[in-house]
């Protein structure tokens, strides 16, 4: 099953790339994941509490943006990662105050996956809705 997972994310991956020229979306999507790891490890300290939270577009931002809200009143020593998987989401709240850290979610490719969470060692992840991501 897995096998067939990540033969499909990255054909997706390519098809994307293949439609950056063509596409404003596919172009939006790549170039906002452009340096993603270099401004990822950048951005974060070396023994921050961080709390995930993933949301694909916008539409899951605003089911979870009360949770995370929650979260950091909660929690308010805890830094919070949110990522996107989609621009619509991201490019709208980019400047999102409640978080301390907005990216994009990197292709769920096994090494993507691997090299975000040793960036980030987050604490908790907590994807909004129905997310799953086979890798992460």
Not at 1 to 24: D, E, K, T
Not at 73 to 98: A, H, M, V
Not at 103 to 119: G, Q, T
Request: glycine share 6%; net charge positive.
């Amino acid at each position: 099953m897995r096998v067939f997972y990540n033969f499909f994310i990255y054909g997706y991956s390519f098809l994307i790339r293949i439609a950056v020229p063509f596409h404003q979306q596919a172009r939006r999507w790549a170039d906002g994941r452009k340096d993603d790891f270099l401004r990822m490890k950048n951005a974060v300290g070396k023994h921050e509490n961080i709390v995930w939270f993933h949301c694909a577009s916008l539409g899951e931002f605003e089911q979870g943006r009360p949770v995370m809200e929650a979260f950091r009143e909660t929690f308010p020593d805890y830094k919070i990662l949110l990522t996107f998987f989609s621009p619509s989401g991201y490019e709208l709240r980019k400047d999102y105050p409640g978080a301390d850290y907005i990216f994009y979610l990197p292709i769920d490719k096994p090494k993507n996956a691997r090299r975000f969470i040793r960036i980030f060692k987050p604490k908790l992840a907590i994807f909004i809705k129905y997310e799953y991501w086979f890798n992460y």
